[in-house]
C-alpha cells in the first residue's frame, strides 16, 4: 500500500482526531493573520522577516504529518472523546507550576518586558504557544523516537517512550534560559527557573503520552493564561 493510500485510510479510521486538529490549526492561523493585520513586529523577536502566517501554515502542515505518523504507529493520539479528567489534570497542573513562577517572579522581579502586553497577548500566545508544542515537542519526539526504535528493533515503544520524553523536556528550559532573559540573573535564579521549565514540559509531554494532544497544548493554554496575560497584567501594577 502506498504511503498515501495509508494516509488516507488511517484519516478515514480517525476522521474525529484529524477533523479536531485541522479546526485548532485554522483557528491560530486565523488568530495569527489578525494579530499581524495590527502589529507587524510582535512575532518578529521569533522568527524573524519571515511571515508568521506562513509559518502558522507550515507548522500546522508539519504538525499534521508528525502527528499521523504518532497515531498510525499507535503511539500517541491527537483527541480522545470524553477526556475531562485529563483536562482536569492539564489545568491543576498549569495552576501548580504558574504559583511556583510567580513566587519566583515576586522575589526576584524579573524584566517588565518579559510579557508579550495586553491585548496583543490574547492572540499571541495561544498561537505562539502551538508552534512551540509542535517544534519543542511533536517533532523532536517523533523523529527521536523513530530512530530509536529503527535502530534498535528489538526495543519496543513503552520501553523507550520515558527516556525520550526526559531527553526532549529538556529542549525548551534550554533555549530560555540561554535566549529567553536580556540580562544575567544569579545562577540559582536560571537554575530554579530552567526547573520549573523543566518540569512544565516533563508534566506536558506526560500528558500527550496519557491522553493527548489536545490535552497537551490544553495546558499550556491555562499556564499562559494565568502567568503571561492574567499576571503579565497584574505584575506591572504589582512589582513596578
Not at 474525529?16 to 485548532?24: G, K
Not at 504529518?65 to 489534570?89: D, H, P, Q, T, Y
Not at 536580556?182 to 509531554?205: D, E, F, G, K, T
Request: proline letters at 5%; one cysteine or more.
Amino acid at each position: 500500500m502506498s504511503m498515501t493510500a495509508r494516509i488516507t485510510e488511517l484519516i478515514a479510521a480517525e476522521r474525529l482526531q484529524f477533523q479536531v486538529y485541522v479546526i485548532l490549526s485554522l483557528s491560530v492561523t486565523f488568530a495569527t493573520a489578525i494579530l499581524y493585520y495590527f502589529n507587524k513586529d510582535i512575532y518578529k523577536p521569533f522568527i524573524g522577516r519571515f511571515n508568521p502566517i506562513i509559518v502558522m501554515l507550515v507548522v500546522s502542515l508539519l504538525g499534521f504529518f508528525l502527528l499521523a505518523f504518532l497515531l498510525a504507529r499507535g503511539w500517541f493520539e491527537i483527541f480522545e472523546v470524553s477526556n475531562i479528567k485529563g483536562w482536569i489534570v492539564a489545568v491543576g497542573l498549569a495552576i501548580l507550576f504558574t504559583a511556583v513562577i510567580i513566587f519566583i517572579d515576586s522575589r526576584v522581579i524579573l524584566p517588565p518586558d518579559i510579557n508579550r502586553p495586553y491585548p496583543d497577548s490574547l492572540l499571541f500566545y495561544p498561537t505562539i504557544g502551538f508552534v512551540v508544542e509542535i517544534i519543542f515537542h511533536v517533532l523532536p519526539l517523533t523523529i527521536l523516537l523513530f530512530l530509536v526504535t529503527s535502530l534498535f528493533k528489538n526495543l519496543d515503544f513503552q520501553s523507550v517512550v520515558w527516556p525520550c520524553i526526559l531527553i526532549v523536556a529538556l529542549l525548551e528550559p534550554i533555549f530560555q534560559t540561554w535566549f529567553g532573559f536580556s540580562r544575567p540573573y544569579p545562577a540559582w535564579v536560571m537554575a530554579i527557573i530552567a526547573l520549573n521549565i523543566y518540569l512544565i514540559n516533563l508534566a506536558q509531554l506526560y500528558l500527550f503520552k496519557r491522553y493527548d494532544f489536545v490535552t497537551m497544548y490544553s495546558m499550556r493554554l491555562t499556564y499562559y493564561l494565568l502567568w503571561h496575560i492574567i499576571w503579565g497584567i497584574l505584575r506591572l501594577r504589582i512589582l513596578f
